[in-house]
């Protein structure tokens, strides 16, 4: 007979193979909101709608830099007023912006702000320039894209070695 008490290493094993399905069990959480996060960023875009990432912070406190935002394309008679709408900018200085439509001028262009800013913007966006309604805002699915353009590549570094992590924890616990 060895002197080993029966049972005497139970508790500590128990005590890992907790700790290692509690670690899985996070990995995979992550995992699955990062990939829903990203699915509702593309899930209306077969649909006709577009998807607009949000790169400044134009429209906080309600839309954030790095929040993709589903945008339906305008029917011709939607009311804008006060709605938050996607436009062509007409100033050249982004593609497309995303703000709010305050006002109609008489000849029929409509004034557009950014809730954070402090004034209107600088030329009205003739009707055929708003491009669409916000109605679906996913938050953070678009981080990585805002720190790579800010040049925050520590961070981006952080979440692909997180992501990765979390994803081998998966595959390789078993």
Same mark, same amino acid.
């Given at each position: 007979?060895?002197?080993?008490?029966?049972?005497?290493?139970?508790?500590?094993?128990?005590? *890992?193979?907790?700790?290692?399905?509690?670690?899985?069990?996070? *990995?995979?959480?992550?995992?699955?909101?990062?990939?829903?996060?990203?699915?509702?960023? %593309? +899930?209306?875009?077969?649909?006709?709608?577009?998807?607009?990432?949000?790169?400044? $912070?134009?429209?906080?406190?309600?839309?954030?830099?790095?929040?993709? +935002?589903?945008?339906?394309?305008?029917? *011709? &008679?939607? +009311?804008?007023? $006060?709605?938050?709408?996607?436009?062509? &900018?007409?100033?050249?200085?982004?593609?497309?912006?995303?703000?709010?439509?305050?006002?109609?001028?008489?000849?029929?262009?409509?004034?557009?702000? $950014? &809730?954070?800013?402090?004034?209107?913007?600088?030329?009205?966006?003739?009707?055929?320039?708003?491009?669409?309604?916000?109605?679906?805002?996913?938050?953070?699915?678009?981080?990585? /894209? %805002?720190?790579?353009?800010?040049?925050?590549? $520590?961070?981006?570094?952080?979440? /692909?070695?997180?992501?990765?992590?979390?994803?081998? %924890?998966?595959?390789? &616990?078993?």
């Amino acid at each position: 007979m060895s002197g080993a008490v029966p049972g005497a290493g139970d508790e500590q094993d128990h005590g *890992a193979g907790s700790l290692r399905v509690l670690l899985r069990a996070v *990995a995979a959480g992550a995992l699955m909101s990062a990939g829903g996060l990203f699915l509702w960023s %593309v +899930v209306a875009l077969p649909f006709g709608w577009t998807s607009q990432l949000v790169l400044t $912070g134009s429209m906080e406190p309600r839309i954030h830099p790095g929040d993709v +935002v589903l945008v339906q394309p305008r029917p *011709a &008679d939607d +009311v804008l007023l $006060g709605r938050i709408a996607l436009l062509r &900018d007409p100033s050249g200085v982004h593609p497309r912006l995303l703000h709010r439509i305050v006002r109609r001028t008489e000849d029929g262009a409509y004034v557009s702000k $950014g &809730d954070a800013n402090i004034g209107e913007d600088s030329t009205p966006v003739p009707a055929e320039d708003v491009l669409g309604l916000a109605r679906v805002r996913v938050p953070f699915v678009g981080l990585p /894209v %805002v720190w790579l353009h800010e040049g925050r590549h $520590g961070a981006l570094a952080v979440l /692909v070695l997180a992501l990765t992590a979390a994803l081998l %924890v998966v595959l390789l &616990d078993g």
